[in-house]
């Protein structure tokens, strides 16, 4: 099966020539992406290493350029992003833990509202096939949902660039929104002024650890949970104080943002641009059905109605954690929603098939 173009192959199985073309994609991806923040930082814009590389590599992807991110370089910067949400679970915040517990519970029947939302608009809008427009719609993490698309027959190349759509219109849309809501669009990083170098050492490797431990476990989004797991662990047992220093925080943004945006390479920008109009209208969506939960949410537990739609829109763990640190939201409680909303997501996905084949058209693609 012919592999998605979203998904770039592992430069490992191609041979040294192979190797040094992805070195030569990746040193693209990391300038193009370097311009890019460093505009959107000039000019003040929120989150400006994130979006400014995103933006930026997704127009260079789209105009022709062959941009890569490969895995070898996304999964230590999950781990970095993964410690800098850690670093915010303090034992007085862990001691609020179980207020969390009634606005996580309505995620159970959060996912499937959105999802179904979005599956009907993706069937009679994109026209997508029953068993792609299904994988496409739930609200999961990308490469959990292009696996289960594969094994299941779907087009998994039209899965992989519908969420890549909407992991990059929600993350450029919210930290907007948070900037009008009264957040300074600058993330807030716990890090003290001077750089403990020990306990910097520290936090790697018991944070490279989690994320070994994680992905052995089969956990989604294992590279960033297994540090943010790890790293929570060494803040409440009182080994270390600091986080993430802010010039590795915005190198691991800038990764980030253009691994986002070099997704796009090898696609047709009219494909890309149909794509983008169908996501739009599949974003209003998930806002529309995530602004009446987490309103639903704030007057059942009192809790921030700003950081409930941030632990709810499903934009990415990792993206929506850096919003939340932008916003001065607490970012465990937005990364653990949305953590569970991936685990129900990755558990009730192939349960809910068969049913979906039956009432949906059959075996179609």
Request: hydrophobic share 60%; net charge neutral; aromatic share 8%.
């Given at each position: 099966m012919k592999r998605p173009a979203s998904i770039p192959s592992d430069p490992a199985a191609v041979g040294p020539r192979g190797a040094r073309t992805?070195?030569?994609?990746?040193?693209?991806?990391?300038?193009?992406?370097?311009?890019?923040?460093?505009?959107?930082?000039?000019?003040?814009l929120p989150l400006a290493w994130l979006l400014g590389a995103m933006f930026a590599t997704t127009l260079a992807s789209?105009?022709?350029?062959?941009?890569?991110?490969?895995a070898i370089v996304r999964l230590p910067v999950m781990v970095i992003l993964g410690v800098l949400?850690?670093?915010?679970?303090?034992?007085?915040?862990?001691?609020?833990?179980?207020?969390?517990?009634?606005?996580?519970?309505?995620?159970?029947?959060?996912v499937p509202t959105v999802g179904f939302v979005c599956l009907l608009y993706l069937r009679r809008t994109a026209r997508l096939a029953p068993v792609t427009a299904y994988f496409a719609a739930a609200?999961?993490?990308l490469s959990e949902m292009v696996l289960m698309a594969e094994r299941s027959g779907a087009d998994m190349r039209t899965v992989a660039l519908v969420h890549t759509v909407r992991v990059l219109l929600i993350v450029s849309v919210a930290p907007?929104?948070?900037?009008?809501?009264?957040?300074d669009g600058g993330v807030v990083s716990p890090a003290a002024s001077r750089i403990d170098w020990g306990e910097l050492a520290l936090l790697g490797v018991t944070g490279g650890v989690g994320a070994w431990i994680a992905t052995r476990l089969g956990l989604p989004?294992?590279?960033?949970?297994?540090?943010?797991?790890?790293?929570?662990?060494?803040?409440?047992?009182?080994?270390?104080?600091g986080s993430v220093p802010g010039p590795l925080l915005a190198a691991a943004q800038l990764v980030l943002g253009a691994s986002i945006g070099s997704r796009f390479r090898s696609m047709h920008p009219i494909t890309v641009l149909r794509q983008m109009l169908v996501g739009c209208g599949l974003t209003l969506l998930m806002f529309a059905v995530t602004f009446l939960f987490a309103a639903l949410a704030h007057l059942l537990t009192g809790l921030s109605f700003v950081a409930l739609v941030l632990a709810y829109v499903p934009g990415g763990v990792t993206e929506m954690g850096l919003v939340a640190l932008a916003l001065g939201v607490d970012p465990a409680f937005v990364a653990t929603h949305h953590l569970v909303r991936i685990l129900i997501v990755?558990?009730?996905a192939p349960l809910l098939l068969p049913v979906w084949r039956r009432i949906g058209g059959g075996r179609s693609r």
């Open positions: 992805t070195a030569g994609r990746l040193a693209g991806a990391l300038l193009v992406g370097l311009l890019g923040g460093a505009l959107f930082a000039v000019l003040g789209l105009s022709g350029r062959s941009l890569e991110v490969p949400i850690g670093a915010s679970f303090t034992a007085d915040r862990l001691a609020a833990v179980s207020s969390w517990i009634p606005s996580a519970a309505l995620l159970l029947l959060y609200p999961g993490g907007f929104l948070v900037t009008l809501a009264g957040g989004a294992a590279a960033f949970f297994g540090g943010m797991a790890a790293s929570a662990l060494v803040h409440l047992v009182g080994l270390a104080e990755v558990t009730f």
